[in-house]
């Protein structure tokens, strides 16, 4: 029901237009029964009476309905007027329009059942096929108008319920692109992270090296390792370009980083790591000729080299150990680097690194574990090693 008690503009007229038309059939003699125990003009009263109900029949049907039944009950000890009853069909339909749910449950029930009630009961009564007419009329005055409003509510509902569940699916739609925007934002974040940082840090250690220490060789040597992690974080930063660009538009397959990789990032790790005291071994215990889902692959070989670049960061000087083992479905890689406290300069850290690493494996259904272990640091992932775990 409207909250606003004010009569609609359309209540108004059609008010108006049917008192003004009972009124005119009135005064031109044309009357709906021959009642005449009571003055001609006694007939307006229910018209009247009918014609106020048409204000409040979307505001008050509930008060309506009582009041139209009783005026149209009224109008038959009268001449009767046809606006009268074309009045109460429409505050019948009103009713189951625009009343409460329940009240547009049972009335088209009710008058149904009237409607049967009043034709079996007419033709007990005067036991003739004219008695069929009383039913016939009932009908269209209270069964015929409740029924059709009864269908124009239900259409109005399901299409409510419709543009509700249209509106629903837009808004989960959204919400799914938001998501989608969030989670590709956070994998460019790790993959830019996991391909340049450890070339920055690198570059960073060793300019910081080159300028503590007043020495032209250790500058010769500082510049040579610094202009390498150059050109290789600009290989690196070409090929995240390429990831990103359309496949479309006839950018040639950029190749994925896998754990075949390892000794070129042992190597790599091993270049940068002497003026830290540091070492660096690979143990790769996989058995041969045994493929891993690319997506599991390219996480261990990030984790990994993620781990090298911490240890070039942090790490006290010893040796560096990577772990790389296939058992049971499972692909575990294991990065152990000496901790302590570690002498010369040292180049912060954010902390993204750890972060990045876990999402890579709890993305994959994996599990990930850094941290102190005794006299080493270690940084373990265990991620699945069958196509169908992280098949999407």
Request: proline letters at 6%.
């Amino acid at each position: 029901m409207p909250e606003s008690r004010r009569p609609h503009r359309d209540d108004v007229l059609l008010a108006v237009s049917s008192v003004l038309a009972g009124a005119l059939l009135w005064s031109l003699g044309v009357h709906s029964t021959d009642n005449r125990h009571l003055p001609a003009w006694v007939a307006l009263v229910p018209l009247l009476v009918l014609g106020a109900m048409e204000l409040l029949r979307r505001t008050a049907p509930a008060v309506t309905l009582p009041v139209a039944v009783a005026g149209l009950v009224f109008d038959r000890f009268t001449v009767g007027n046809l606006a009268t009853l074309l009045i109460f069909t429409d505050l019948v339909y009103a009713a189951v329009v625009y009343g409460k749910p329940a009240l547009a449950r049972r009335l088209p029930i009710s008058t149904g059942m009237l409607t049967v009630a009043v034709t079996i009961a007419g033709v007990a009564w005067l036991r003739t096929p004219q008695a069929l007419v009383i039913g016939v009329v009932t009908g269209v005055l209270t069964f015929g108008p409740a029924l059709t409003g009864a269908t124009l509510r239900n259409h109005r509902e399901a299409a409510e319920a419709a543009r509700l569940r249209a509106e629903q699916t837009a808004l989960l739609a959204e919400m799914d692109r938001a998501q989608a925007v969030v989670a590709e934002r956070a994998r460019m974040a790790r993959e830019l992270h996991d391909m340049v940082a450890n070339h920055l840090s690198a570059i960073a250690l060793h300019s910081t090296a080159a300028l503590s220490i007043d020495s032209p060789a250790t500058s010769r040597d500082a510049l040579g390792v610094i202009r390498e992690n150059s050109v290789q974080g600009l290989a690196e930063m070409r090929r995240l370009i390429g990831l990103l660009r359309d496949a479309g538009a006839g950018q040639e397959a950029v190749a994925v980083p896998s754990l075949d990789g390892l000794d070129s990032l042992i190597g790599h790790a091993r270049t940068n790591g002497p003026g830290n005291g540091l070492d660096f071994v690979l143990d790769d215990r996989r058995p041969p000729g045994e493929p891993l889902p690319t997506p599991v692959e390219l996480a261990a070989y990030r984790i990994v080299q993620e781990s090298l670049t911490n240890a070039l960061k942090h790490a006290a000087p010893g040796t560096v150990r990577v772990e790389v083992a296939r058992a049971d479905g499972r692909l575990t890689v294991r990065v152990d680097s000496p901790y302590g406290n570690r002498p010369g300069p040292r180049v912060p850290g954010s902390g993204a690194g750890l972060v990045g690493m876990r999402e890579r494996a709890e993305l994959l259904g994996g599990r990930f574990d850094a941290g102190a272990a005794g006299p080493v640091w270690r940084v373990e992932a265990s991620l699945p090693a069958e196509e169908r775990v992280v098949a999407e």
